[in-house]
Structure formats: C-alpha cells, structure tokens
C-alpha cells in the first residue's frame, strides 16, 4: 500500500485500497462471470471514462467465450418536467437475444445504472445483469439488482484505477479517497 497522500485540483486523496485488493475484487467478480456464464457467450458492455481499468483487468480473468463493447451515458436536460434524461452512446451491437453484462467502475445513487438499465431492456436483450467494481449502498436511491459487487464502500468520494475527480486521478493504481 503506498503511504504518501496524493493531490488533485488541490485537493488531498489518502490512501485508501492497494492494488491488489482490488486485484482480488476483481478475479471474485470474473470467478463468478465464468461460472454464471459458461457456454453463453455474453457480451460485456464498459461504461467509458471509469470503467476502463476494470474491464481491462475483469477480462483477462475470464475464460469464457466473451465480447465486449465500450458505451457511454451522455446526460441532457429533458424538455418537460422529466428533468435530467440519459442517452446511451456509442453502442454498435445488435443486443436483442444477447446476454449483457454491465461493467461500470462505481455504483453511487444509482441514477446512471438505472437510466442504463431501462434503455437496454428496451432493446430486448435475452439478460442484462451489472458488474461493479465499487458500489456505495448507503447512497443508493433506486431498488437495483446489482448481481456482481467488486466491493462495498462507505460514502467516500474515491479516485485512482480508472476513477477521477475532475478529469485528473484516473492513472493510479491503488484507489484513494478525499480527505
Ligand atoms: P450514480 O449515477 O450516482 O450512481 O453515479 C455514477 C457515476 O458517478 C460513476 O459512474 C462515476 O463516474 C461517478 N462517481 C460516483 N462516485 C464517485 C467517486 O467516488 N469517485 C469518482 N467518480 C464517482
């Protein structure tokens, strides 16, 4: 575990989990993804910026048959009442009859994921379950079934393996969180 606290936007992180507890999270996460998923050839959809590191390291640990595609979640302003609307972009692949995997680096209120979820489904997938390296389920505001958790978290704000605070933090490898 490094010792030294590391600033962001004159901010301080400390921190917080090494890399390789994150690297266990992970191969637990892809255990279960072999097991739940063998002779099914899912396709594994990373939700870009943060999930970058984690869908890279989740799939070398898999050694199922496996696709993946990178989305994004663009948010907007929506024109009645309905306040903010999330879009997907980026997402090439014919999903109907498919079997998707989620991979998202963090879970929080769970407004993304639940935007995200309603849109897929629309698209008729054959299942949709998430991945997430990170959850926070004391900020959790939606019911979501959130079948694979790398780890649990207190409501920290967290940067480091993929994950930033204002654009900057994403290259560490531990996670670190605000101090
Ligand atoms: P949610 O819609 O509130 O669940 O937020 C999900 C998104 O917020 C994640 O995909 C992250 O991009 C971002 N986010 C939430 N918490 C953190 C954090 O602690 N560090 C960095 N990004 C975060």
């Known amino acids: 575990m ?10 301080e992180f400390a921190p917080y989990l090494s890399e390789d507890q994150l690297a266990a999270a992970v191969r637990a996460v892809a255990e279960q993804i072999n097991r739940d998923y063998a002779g099914q050839k899912p ?38 009442s309905t306040g903010e609307v999330k879009e997907i972009l980026g997402l090439q692949e014919a999903v109907e009859g498919r079997h998707l995997v989620v991979l998202e680096d963090i879970v929080d209120t769970g407004h993304t994921m639940k935007a995200l979820l309603e849109q897929l489904q629309a698209k008729q997938p054959a299942s949709v379950e998430v991945a997430t390296l990170l959850i926070k389920p004391e900020c959790l505001q939606h019911q979501l079934n959130i079948k694979y958790q790398g780890l649990a978290i207190p409501n920290d704000f967290v940067v480091g ?4 605070y ?5 290259n560490y490898r531990d996670l670190y969180r605000a101090v």
Do not use: W
């Open 2 to 11: 490094p010792q030294a606290t590391i600033s962001l936007h004159n901010k």
């Open 43 to 80: 396709l594994l959809l990373a939700v870009l910026n943060g999930s970058f590191m984690f869908a890279s390291d989740l799939m070398k640990e898999l050694t199922i048959d496996c696709e993946i595609s990178f989305i994004r979640v663009a948010s907007y302003q929506g024109t009645s």
């Open 161 to 164: 393996y993929g994950l930033d």
């Open 166 to 170: 204002d654009g900057l933090g994403r």
